[in-house]
């Protein structure tokens, strides 16, 4: 005999989900608010991008091409790949939601890490399935244990390279050595959301590794270096087997079409990518030196943030950097999510609002910076 419900119950394991909660926005009471808290570019989108958008804006009644193929053939002709073999999404999330949807359910497990994207686990879980977290070693993604706590019930592995909230990568020898150890049904996603902020000979987005292998896949978005992430563009390369299996369960128009068409500008745009990478590259060696020159510790980042890390003194703390920041207009992350109850992560973020930040801090420390 059924129970009859009063109302409407999630399917369980729903309400076992913590929500993804984003980083800060506002600093009541203060003239000029500095947002550091959502590794978003300073230099903005480029300008052909925002041409492009508003370009579409003629046509808003239309709906978009469902198959989203000026921008698959951009991001193709700019990396040299099969626009077969290339999922667009709303964001890179999207992709990674769509990946648990098909390829997860109840009695599945799925391994991210200690440090990992929060939306890993929250996607794992929507599907029914169970996430299962292993430790990294000093920050960084430790292959030898995600092998190890491979079981017959893993269907997927999550990898941000680089990670989210440290800032650390693993080199593509390393990666290469997770796939082969994987059994072949097992999915390996590589999450490159900062791929085009790495300078390190030994890294690689997960091109070639896709490009060789019948169960990897590599995400990419454009809210990071190419400043679009008002307009949710992501994109996915991976083998045609798995395209056709997500394009069977994604949204018809999953994508609207002034996103199309200013992801596809963007992406053509590399010499403003370049220098959004440049201004990157100089800022995150600054603040590094600067924050380490005051007393704190900084993860080593490759990609467009930092994670510092207070002392263990009363005073002194994540906590109390974060309210002393706020109360001057710079806003950071707090990671206590992510396993860092003393850390806050900035990102780059213009020079007046850097400059600022160092400062706060020195002053924070009681030392000059």
């Not at 600093?27 to 300073?42: C, D, F, H, Q």
């Not at 959004?276 to 990609?303: C, D, R």
């Amino acid at each position: 005999m059924s129970v009859e419900m009063s109302k409407p119950v999630p399917r369980p394991g729903i309400l076992d989900i913590a929500a993804y909660v984003p980083g800060k926005e506002h600093a009541p009471g203060v003239a000029r608010v500095y947002k550091l808290s959502s590794n978003e570019t300073p230099l903005g989108a480029s300008p052909k991008a925002i041409e492009a958008f508003k370009a579409a804006a003629g046509n808003l009644e239309r709906y978009p091409d469902g198959q989203a193929l000026e921008l698959r053939e951009a991001i193709a002709s700019v990396h040299g790949l099969n626009p077969a073999n290339i999922l667009c999404g709303n964001g890179s999330d999207e992709l990674l939601g769509l990946l648990c949807h098909v390829y997860l359910g109840p009695g599945d497990e799925g391994i991210i890490t200690e440090h990992g994207f929060l939306v890993y686990k929250i996607q794992i879980m929507g599907a029914g399935a169970t996430p299962v977290v292993v430790k990294e070693k000093n920050h960084t993604v430790d292959v030898d244990a995600i092998l190890a706590a491979v079981t017959d019930k893993t269907k997927i592995v999550f990898i941000a390279n680089p990670g989210n909230p440290t800032g650390t990568y693993i080199p593509v020898s390393e990666i290469r050595r997770l796939q082969a150890g994987l059994p072949k049904h097992v999915v390996l996603v590589l999450d490159a959301a900062y791929a085009e902020y790495v300078r390190r000979n030994d890294y690689e987005s997960g091109i070639e590794v896709v490009s060789s292998n019948a169960n990897v896949v590599m995400t990419r978005t454009f809210s990071k270096a190419y400043g679009l992430a008002a307009l949710r563009v992501g994109w996915m390369y991976a083998p045609v087997e798995i395209i056709d299996a997500l394009n069977r369960v994604r949204g018809p128009f999953n994508m609207n079409a002034p996103a199309i068409a200013a992801g596809a500008a963007a992406i053509r745009d590399q010499s403003f990518v370049q220098e959004a990478v440049s201004f990157n590259q100089m800022w995150i060696e600054k603040l590094t030196s600067a924050f380490e020159a005051i007393g704190l510790k900084v993860t080593p980042s490759v990609a467009n943030f930092v994670l510092i890390h207070f002392p263990e003194t009363d005073g002194k703390r994540a906590a109390d950097a974060d309210e002393f920041l706020t109360s001057r207009g710079y806003i950071l992350r707090a990671v206590r999510s992510y396993g860092f109850p003393n850390s806050l992560r900035m990102s780059v973020g213009p020079e007046e609002a850097n400059h600022g930040v160092i400062e706060a801090l020195g002053e924070f420390m009681g030392r000059k910076a």
